[in-house]
Each structure stands twice: as C-alpha cells, then as structure tokens.
C-alpha cells in the first residue's frame, strides 16, 4: 500500500512531507521516542526502533593544540547524541541500485516499488578519500577533521528556509542504517551510522509539491543542453537568483553545477527551468577559527565563513562555485531585480520563520544550533540587499553572455563614455525580431565583456562610436555570422572579434580580428568544458 511519511518537527506538530513511499517504507525507519544516554556509542531503544548516537563524536576528542591550529568548528555539535529512527532497508521496501557521491560522501541511490528514487547519503563525510597514496596520506587525517568544518544537521535547516521563500528544495531526514541481506554487496560501504535519506528530484515529481509538482525533473547537464540548444527553452532567472540569494544567506559556498536539478515546465513558447538546489552539506561553513584554517581560506577565498560579522567583500568568492551557472542564467538581469529578490527574501525571514526551521533538528541539539546560528542569520538577512548589489557587480566584473546554436542577434551599442549597452534578439521570420534580454555595462565596475554566439548564424552589430574603456570579446562561434558595424565608426579601443573563415565581416580597421575559440564553437563543447559535471553521480 501507499503511505505518506509525516516528519515530526516538534511535540504535536508535523508537516507533511511530499514523500509517497511505496509498501510501507516507514515501517522500517519508525519515528523515534525519548532516550537518555551520554555515550558516544549506539544506544538502541525497544525492538531497535530507534537510536541514540552522536554524529562524530571523534571530532570532539581533538585536543588544545589541535583546535587552535585547524578550528573549533562545530566539534561540539558532532559530539551530542541525538535520537534518529533506524532504517532497515528491506523493511522499508528501499532496493539498493547504485553507489554514487562526491568527494567525501557515501551515496546509495534506492528504488521503491512504485519506480521513485531515494538516496541515502551519510552524514559523516571523508574529505581524504581521494588522498590513498604518498603525500596524500599525510594530509589525511586533518581532511578528515575538517568534516566538522559544516554542522552536521545543517541541511535540514536549508531546507526549512526554502520552504519559507519560496525555493524548491529536497526534504532530507535523518535516519540511522542498520544493514541487513537487501543491503547485498554494499554492506561493506555502508555501515550502520547516521545517514541523510530524500527522495531525489528526478523525472515525474507530480506528487511532490516541494519540486514544483513537476512532470520532468532533469539534471544540470540536460538542462544546459536544452536552454543552449534554442532560446525557446529558459530558465526562470529569479527564481534562480533568489535561491543564489538563499546560499548567500546560509553561507553555503560549494554549488558546482552537479548541485542543482531542474523542474521543467510547459510555457507559451516553449520550456522554462525551475532551480532545486541540493546537497547543502557546506551550509554554515566556518573556517576562520583556526591559526592553518584561516590562512588557508586566505589561500582558498571561496572557504568564507558563515558568522554573524560578515563583509560584502566575501560575496564574491562565496558565490565563485556556480559562477558558470551564474553567467549563463543571470546576464541579463538588471541590478533592480538583484536588490528586489533580495528585499523579498528578506521579507519573508521573520525571526519566527528561524526559530521554526530549528525545530527540524534533533531537539537534543537545537539549544546549540540555536545559539550558533541565530545571530549570524539575523545579521545576514539585514545585509541581503547589500549582498545582491555586490553579487550584480561580481558578475559584471569579467561578464559573460551566451547565445545558443539557433540564430541570434547580438546589438553592442554605445551607451555614453565609459559604457555600452548589450541586446540579445531572437530572429523571426516574416515578424519583428524578439528581445530576449539586455544588459548595461560601465568601466568603472567592467574589466571585460565576452559574448559567446555559439551555434547557429549569428548576427553581431556594432553601433555607435564604441569606446567602453574595457576589453569586449565577440566570439561568433559555430555557422555562419555575421559582424557588422554602423557609423560613426568605433575607436576599436579592446574590441576583438573571433570569427571563423566562413563568417562576413564588415567591420572598420581599427576592429582586432582573431581566429574563433575552439572552447566556444557550440553548445556541447561549451558546456563540456565550463560546467565541472560529473564530479559525482547522486
């Protein structure tokens, strides 16, 4: 039969998860009731239907010098035993299929009856795994430390906040793993401990309303290949934006393009993407508190630390990760809609909204959460507006538009001294063309501009007398193109043209021409080299 899993959030309260499971599922991962214990070790309740155990408690056992030297982190958070359902996977009718995961995590992906998927990720994660020889192993033991670098129960938080700002996003609970026969081969990766178990947003989710009740659910690379393929296919630019806002906010700097599915749906003239981020393992990172660790952050600007101080010089590096993303999603959008989105999110964290996505946590760790998280995200939310017009200015710093391998045209016209507009216009024949974006770019935030036609023929006009004062890159890529200039000529101060052997040109002398990007000729060779997929199948 069909059930539906109920997480309990508080005494008396649950929110319904979207979660069908199909042949009883949460027979065998039961909600667990109240124990007492101090220890480090498992301590099983009646008929083993709960547990009771820390995170990582070998975390906490460091000593002075250690701490000092790579961080305190959240090592007391990983210490306190928590109370968590057991999950037998044959009595919840889960069937192993595939191991995955990144770096550092174990992954099992599950089938249900019904044909859904769930993963089983481990909370406890291994930075060393990929160092097994020579100088690696030196390293190992503190990449294996500095798991504590992130709270362990972060994720559940994450998701609670989506929820409230309207983000879609994944419904992890946390469950410990008693392996039994259906767990086969992979009992020797998997072995009991604390996991994070969801379902994954893949294909039909039409019963799941926290990824948009979608008929198709994709991951990035699909996704990049449809949007790349013609301008029919878009993604929904703020909603993308507000959920980069929402990892600004928890601090979550690692959101490489493997992070994020993608609800598809059916609109006039074509298809439009709706972001699910996921894996919020880094969410709350800290790195500061630690004589090496802060110094390496200084080395790594991307590992910024989560607190209640933070500076609008770290939304760049925060935001490094999903740079890729970024540009292909939000070039166009002006700094109005960076600073709107950033208001409305705001708006709707309410501290009453903070103190109920606490109550996710294992209530044995929510009084320390509360205390570790509650300043920092009250500071944070006050800094969102700022934060949105310093992530508008990090994208215009070296900015990048893309086209798609259908036929654009790209106008690059002169905006005054020191500034130049750029519209992107779909061709339709027999009718007036379509504007699909434009953005204003100044030199005194611009050190370069590169637009990337891809496929098709594309059409490059030049207008007005164009001298921007930074370097602009127009790369024609694959087809035929054409690049044409109207007068008053440009000064052709930093503007290059990389055009095939094949494209017209009616440009004046002063205009750089080279020859074309091979990175850059369509759609599939952008995005195999620009998007860093595959780092881990989940």
């Not at 500095?146 to 994944?170: M, N, R």
């Not at 507009?421 to 339709?428: C, E, I, K, N, Y």
Request: charged share 20%; aromatic share 10%.
């Amino acid at each position: 039969m069909v059930v539906t899993a109920i997480y309990k959030v508080n005494a008396g309260r649950a929110v319904l998860a979207s979660l069908l499971l199909g042949s009883g599922v949460l027979a065998g991962c039961a909600e667990p009731a109240t124990s007492a214990s101090t220890g480090a070790r498992p301590v099983f309740g009646p008929d083993s239907a709960w547990v009771r155990v820390a995170a990582g408690a070998h975390y906490a056992q460091r000593g002075w010098w250690w701490r000092r030297l790579w961080g305190q982190h959240y090592r007391q958070l990983w210490a306190v035993p928590v109370t968590a359902p057991v999950l037998r996977l044959g009595a919840a009718s889960l069937q192993p299929v595939q191991v995955g995961g990144s770096f550092q995590t174990n992954t099992l992906r599950l089938h249900t009856a019904d044909g859904r998927t769930f993963v089983l990720r481990s909370v406890d994660k291994d930075l060393s795994r990929r160092l097994a020889t020579g100088w690696g192993r030196l390293a190992a033991p503190v990449l294996r430390d500095q798991t504590c670098a992130a709270p362990p129960y972060g994720a559940y938080i994450a998701a609670a906040l989506a929820k409230a700002v309207g983000v879609y996003h994944t419904n992890p609970r946390l469950v410990y793993l008693l392996p039994d026969t259906v767990l086969g081969g992979f009992r020797a990766q998997f072995q009991p401990a604390l996991y994070l178990l969801e379902e994954r947003p893949d294909r039909n989710q039409t019963h799941a309303p926290s990824f948009g009740g979608a008929r198709l659910v994709m991951g990035s690379e699909q996704m990049l290949r449809t949007i790349l393929a013609h301008p029919t296919a878009r993604v929904d630019a703020r909603r993308y934006l507000r959920a980069r806002l929402l990892d600004i906010l928890l601090g979550d700097w690692s959101r490489r393009a493997d992070q994020w599915r993608w609800a598809a749906f059916t609109k006039a003239g074509g298809t439009e993407f709706r972001p699910i981020p996921r894996d919020r393992d880094q969410a709350f990172f800290r790195f500061d508190d630690g004589w090496l660790t802060r110094a390496l952050s200084w080395l790594r600007p991307r590992f910024q630390t989560f607190n209640a101080a933070p500076t609008l010089g770290q939304v760049d590096p925060l935001t490094v990760t999903a740079r890729p993303l970024d540009e292909t999603v939000l070039a166009l959008l002006p700094e109005a809609v960076f600073r709107a989105e950033a208001a409305s999110l705001a708006r709707h964290l309410a501290d009453s909204v903070y103190t109920q996505a606490l109550l996710t946590v294992p209530p044995e760790v929510r009084p320390l959460m509360a205390r570790e998280l509650l300043p920092a995200l009250r500071v944070r939310r006050g800094l969102l507006p700022a934060a949105a017009a310093r992530y508008y200015r990090a994208l215009q710093v070296d900015a990048v538009v893309l086209g798609t391998d259908a036929a654009e045209r790209f106008v690059v016209q002169a905006d005054g001294p020191g500034r130049l507009r750029l519209q992107v216009w779909a061709p339709r024949p027999a009718r007036p063309d379509t504007l699909l974006g434009e953005q204003r770019y100044d030199v005194r935030h611009t050190r370069r501009l590169r637009v990337y036609g891809l496929g098709g023929n594309d059409h490059f006009e030049l207008r007005g007398r164009l001298a921007p004062g930074f370097a602009v890159w127009l790369d024609g890529g694959a087809g035929t193109n054409r690049f044409t200039q109207a007068a008053p000529a440009t000064s052709g101060l930093g503007l290059t043209v990389y055009a095939g052997p094949q494209d017209q040109r009616q440009l004046s002398a002063a205009v750089h021409v080279q020859p074309l990007l091979a990175a850059s000729h369509d759609a599939a060779s952008w995005i195999a080299t620009s998007y860093r997929l595959r780092q881990g199948s989940r």
